[in-house]
DNA sequence: GTTTTGATTAGGTAATTACCAAATTGAATA
DNA sequence: TATTCAATTTGGTAATTACCTAATCAAAAC
């Protein structure tokens, strides 16, 4: 699953909705254009970015498409923004063994010697550059 | 929450890279423009965008801006798209109680009369139109 | 085989977005 | 009070996107 992409496709009024209509029941191009107020054109390319998001998988059934919601790449989105709830912190605390990014070399040493950055920025102005 | 502004927040990879660097720690502007190889003024209109959707809070402390990721934020979304794959398909079962979709006034009850199309599209083309 | 018809693609436009350099802001310090 | 400096805003550009109409495609019906 490429997370960006289907992102991509949700953060879209009228593929949520589209999305939204076709979890409920299966509808022909025609119907999601007149439901959304769009042009068929439209509704059919805004199903193409479904479909390569993965979100979408089509059939062709007689005349009709016919559209699916692939609701476990919804539940896979869901557990991936989950899953970024769960970095943690990383904090010093000498007393316990030492700074964790004194070792990664970014120049956070060197902040144990201006107290008055310590505080605040891991990475000051005159260590970034170069 | 705007649903629509945080999926539309999320989906950037900058801007996903922004957040998987803050909830590890605090970083200064400058650091990370440089840690996403981009200018500090693009750094903070994503900040901006983040902060507006609402994944985001900062707080000036001295000279530095420290950003907390509002994870409240991402678990609501998760759950938004979990809540998304919870709706349940619409089905004829004229064995019991007959169609959900015939009394809606949404041209379904035609179908019936129009075998071939009954099975696939609910809105056929000479249904929809005005 | 030709016609019909639902869906897609092509071509084009207006709006939005991601980016940068430069100017501005505002809190902290000297 | 004046200066410093991180962060933001402004102004401008190139790329992307959402939308339309018109053209094309492909399956079904005749």
Not at 81 to 96: D, G, H, K, Q, Y
């Amino acid at each position: 699953m490429d997370k960006l992409l289907v992102l991509k496709a949700l953060a879209d009024d009228s593929r949520m909705k589209l999305l939204a209509l076709l979890l409920e029941r299966t509808y022909c191009v025609r119907a999601l254009a007149w439901k959304l107020q769009l042009s068929e054109a439209t509704v059919s390319q805004h199903l193409k970015v479904l479909r390569e998001a993965g979100l979408l998988v089509g059939e062709k059934r007689g005349y009709f498409m016919h559209y699916e919601v692939q609701c476990g790449v919804l539940h896979e989105m869901a557990r991936e923004l989950e899953a970024l709830t769960e970095i943690r912190r990383v904090v010093c605390s000498p007393e316990i063994g030492g700074c964790p990014l004194a070792e990664q070399g970014e120049g956070h040493t060197r902040h144990i010697l201006k107290e008055t950055r310590k505080k605040h920025c891991p990475y000051p102005a005159d260590n970034i550059k170069q």
